[in-house]
């Protein structure tokens, strides 16, 4: 008897410029993990991750400076010198979505794809233009 397959709803965010919103953030405060999900108009997710403390306990000096960066381009002021997580949620980010290929560590004649969000900036809504290699899940004309 076969059984019959749905789709997953993944699938990895095309490189290229995109514009997100970010719709949650998971403020982990004992492990000081920080998971902000972001999508785009058409819902394609991004997650980033910053592990903000380390496991001796002691401040992660690269993640908080990355997440601080993250954060004051998000709310489009970099003079801030703290914030609530949840100011985050209902921002607008632009950035570079990058593919990182790497070879699989569970199966070394495998590939792995990640994505990277770079060349953050702030951004209005997405109302702004866009642009994606290939994307046939964003409808460029209506943005």
Do not use: W
């Not at 990277?116 to 899940?137: C, H, M, Q």
């Amino acid at each position: 008897m076969a059984i019959k397959l749905v789709e997953t709803g993944f699938s990895i965010i095309p490189e290229g410029i995109y514009i997100f919103k970010i719709v949650e953030v998971e403020y982990k405060k004992d492990f000081g993990k920080m998971i902000i999900t972001l999508a785009t108009k058409k819902g394609m997710k991004q997650i980033e991750r910053y592990n903000l403390v380390k496991s001796n306990g002691e401040a992660n000096e690269g993640a908080m400076k990355a997440f601080s960066f993250f954060a004051k381009t998000a709310l489009n002021d970099f003079s801030l010198d703290e914030i609530d997580e949840n100011d985050l949620i209902g921002c607008f980010v632009k950035g570079v979505i990058e593919h990182d290929r790497r070879e699989s560590t569970k199966d070394p004649d495998k590939m792995v794809t990640f994505t990277k969000l770079t060349n953050l900036e702030p951004a209005i809504g997405f109302e702004e233009s866009e642009s994606s290699k290939g994307d046939p899940l964003d409808d460029l004309d209506n943005l």
